[in-house]
């Protein structure tokens, strides 16, 4: 994943920028130590990298004690201090790690939730592959029926991976959708279900209480469902993730985030603030367009990125 984030030849990582405000050049000579300039140069530097405002403060803080106590002396001290915060602040809490997913044989239900444009159908698909890849029996419920394309365009997707589908007529309540699919899943022998929704303005009101709905059938329908409420989320779009994320935790009871599209951004600070703000956790990412491009969120690795790749 420390590879995944772009960034053009000329400009600066996010490391340089921070090595630059404490260093001379290269060498571990200090430019007069980490003062309250150099601190406030750095705040403004993760400010600039979507860290947020408390994960900003956590770290720059963080940075100030340890150099303090004489536990920052060189360029290698302090990149370590600067990883281990960064890692430490959107790794999720122990145990939590991964999707939830039912015991065999019984039915775990996904639920994936997001903006429109987000990626969030693609998502989908990719996640479908990754749960057959591990002998799971998937399918996949048309819930957007706001759009006929969406419809069409999950059936593609449960094509090509192999999946089971349940689809229905442009117009149709999402929640009914939601309620087929459970029944059709285990009729048919399926272990997973996951609910595809309607891409909408986290604004909205009306539709977000469409999707409290359907989260409220499968919760009466399944015990324990929906297992997993992800929101799936665009990598490039900095802070405004923030806003979507807070509107949608408010509707419902978020488990966790889908980053989509991570390999076409430099910016990946905003995860920092989601963790730290909103208590989300990234779950899954989006590594790349093909079928397989999907993994398991590393803290460590990303830490790396962000550093490396802004």
Do not use: C
Request: proline share 3%; glycine share 10%; aromatic share 4%.
């Amino acid at each position: 994943m420390s590879r995944l984030f772009r960034r053009a030849e000329e400009k600066k990582s996010l490391w340089q920028r921070i090595k630059e405000i404490a260093f001379t050049d290269v060498t571990v000579i200090m430019k007069g130590g980490l003062d309250e300039d150099a601190l406030e140069r750095l705040e403004e530097t993760l400010l600039a990298a979507d860290f947020g405002a408390s994960a900003t403060l956590r770290v720059v803080d963080r940075v100030e004690a340890l150099y303090r106590e004489g536990k920052i002396r060189d360029e290698a001290d302090l990149k370590r201090v600067v990883l281990s915060e960064i890692a430490g602040i959107v790794a999720p809490p122990a145990g939590t790690n991964g999707l939830r997913l039912a015991d065999r044989g019984e039915l775990t239900v996904i639920l994936i939730v997001g903006v429109n444009g987000v990626g969030k159908t693609t998502s989908i698909g990719k996640l479908a592959n990754m749960l057959k890849r591990q002998g799971r029996s998937v399918l996949l419920a048309a819930g957007d029926t706001f759009r006929a394309g969406a419809i069409d365009q999950l059936q593609i997707w449960a094509e090509r991976t192999g999946s089971g589908f349940v689809g229905a007529r442009p117009g149709a309540d999402p929640a009914a959708v939601a309620f087929d699919a459970v029944d059709a899943a285990r009729n048919r022998g399926h272990d997973v279900v996951i609910v595809d929704t309607a891409g909408r303005l986290h604004t909205q009101s009306d539709l977000m209480a469409e999707l409290q709905k359907v989260e409220r059938v499968l919760a009466r329908k399944v015990p324990g469902a929906p297992h997993e409420t992800l929101l799936v989320l665009d990598a490039t779009v900095g802070q405004n993730a923030l806003s979507q994320a807070r509107l949608f935790g408010e509707a419902l009871s978020l488990s966790g985030l889908i980053l989509a599209k991570l390999d076409s951004t430099a910016k990946g600070g905003v995860v920092v603030a989601l963790r730290q703000e909103l208590g989300l956790t990234v779950k899954l990412v989006g590594t790349g367009e093909g079928i397989g491009d999907i993994e398991p969120f590393d803290p460590q690795a990303f830490a790396e990125g962000v550093l490396a790749g802004e």
